[in-house]
Every structure is written in structure tokens, then in C-alpha cells.
């Protein structure tokens, strides 16, 4: 399970498989957020060289995971 870096440097995405893309069910996403909280960062480095949030990673994460939980939920479904 993971949360990367998206091509934006904007946001954060989670996969469990990235090859077979795979994502990650509500709670496992909630629960990469409540392991992380407890931890000061600002810059994030992803596992590709140019997906690179430079300041307020941890905010960045925040929102990521809201924004994530919320397409689950169908916030952005048009219809």
C-alpha cells in the first residue's frame, strides 16, 4: 500500500497495486493518514525524481486523502 506523489506535484494518490491498478479501499487510505499524522515533514520526495512537493506536504496529504475518500463516496461523479 502506498501514497505517491501525483504527476501534478499536487496531491497525493494511493494504490495498493500501481502496475495492476489497484486502488485502496476508504479505510486503508484513512489509516495511511492516522500513521502519518503523528509526524512533522513539509517536503515529500515520490519514487520518481521530478514528483516533488517542495512545502506543505503534510497538508498536502491532508487534502489528498479527503479529496480521495470523497471520489469513493461519488462527490465527483456527473449525472
Known amino acids: 500500500d502506498i501514497a505517491t506523489v501525483t504527476v501534478d506535484r499536487k496531491f497525493f494518490t494511493f494504490m495498493r497495486s500501481y ?4 486502488p485502496l479501499s476508504a479505510n ?19 519514487h520518481f525524481f521530478d514528483r516533488v512537493i517542495p512545502t506543505g506536504g503534510k497538508l498536502a496529504l491532508q487534502v489528498s486523502i479527503q ?8 462527490a465527483y ?3
Open 19 to 22: 502496475p495492476n491498478m489497484i
Open 28 to 46: 486503508q487510505v484513512t489509516a495511511i493518514g492516522a500513521a502519518l499524522e503523528p509526524f512533522a515533514f513539509d517536503t515529500v520526495y515520490s
Open 67 to 74: 479529496r480521495y475518500l470523497d471520489a469513493l463516496a461519488g
Open 77 to 79: 461523479e456527473k449525472g
